[in-house]
């Protein structure tokens, strides 16, 4: 069974500095890792996913993850935040099976960014 | 916009109404899904469809029954719900690869559904 673990419910930052909302993963093949956020009475959005390749990817507005397969993580990262990023990020796994459409999700993270 | 739109966007109903809540996708997907998302818990998948054919039903109770006429759209429809069914209700959809697991979803607005 595949799970995945975002182990903050809230994470506040203030506007300009670094921002990294974590996610770790467990799976028994290899996984393809996805960001996704929600801002209020919206649906997700996709961020950024991780494949195959560099373990650096980078996604839209200025957001990154990082692949770490020895810790399995796949923490979300911005260098620098603004107010605007403030939503519920989703980090989400899925394995390649015969049921390879599933996805997992994690229970989200609250971002706040503050003047 | 992400392609996808569901509507309605609220809906109260009472445990012995019957509705629907439909979606569509105007990107061409051949992969569409409902998810179930309650707050402080994970987004539940409920139902997924592979060219209008149902591949993956999660133990859903029989009060929610989907439908897919074609590729561009899904519906549930809702019948004799229970107060705990009072969720967020999201669709998605994507294109199906080869490779299956690599493919991105595209999510709807969501509807916000109350039972009273």
């Known amino acids: 069974a595949q799970s995945v673990a975002q182990p903050e419910d809230q994470v506040n930052v203030a506007e300009g500095n670094p921002l990294t909302v974590k996610c770790t993963y467990s799976v028994s093949g290899n996984p393809y890792l996805f960001w996704y956020v929600q801002y209020p009475n919206r649906g997700l959005q996709f961020l950024l996913k991780?494949?195959?390749?560099?373990?650096l990817v980078k996604g839209s507005y200025g957001f990154e993850a990082e692949f770490n397969k020895s810790q399995t993580s796949f923490h979300l990262k911005k260098p620098s935040a603004l107010v605007s990023d403030s939503a519920l990020y989703f980090c989400a796994v899925r394995v390649l099976t015969g049921g390879g459409n599933k996805l997992t999700f994690g229970t989200g993270t609250q971002l706040k960014v503050e003047l | 916009e992400t392609g996808v739109t569901q509507t309605p966007r609220h809906l109260v109903m009472g445990m012995t109404n019957k509705k629907s809540l439909k979606c569509e996708q105007h990107l061409g997907h051949n992969a569409m899904y409902w998810y179930k998302q309650s707050a402080k818990k994970p987004l539940e998948l409920m139902f997924v469809y592979n060219f209008k054919e149902q591949t993956e039903n999660n133990s859903v109770p029989s009060r929610f029954s989907p439908e897919c006429p074609n590729s561009s759209h899904l519906f549930l429809h809702l019948h004799t719900l229970q107060p705990e069914d009072s969720a967020l209700y999201l669709c998605?959809?994507?294109?199906?690869?080869?490779?299956?697991?690599?493919?991105?979803?595209?999510f709807g607005p969501g509807t916000r559904l109350t039972v009273l």
């Open positions: 991780y494949i195959t390749g560099d373990n």
């Open positions: 998605a959809s994507s294109q199906p690869t080869r490779q299956g697991a690599t493919d991105t979803q595209y």
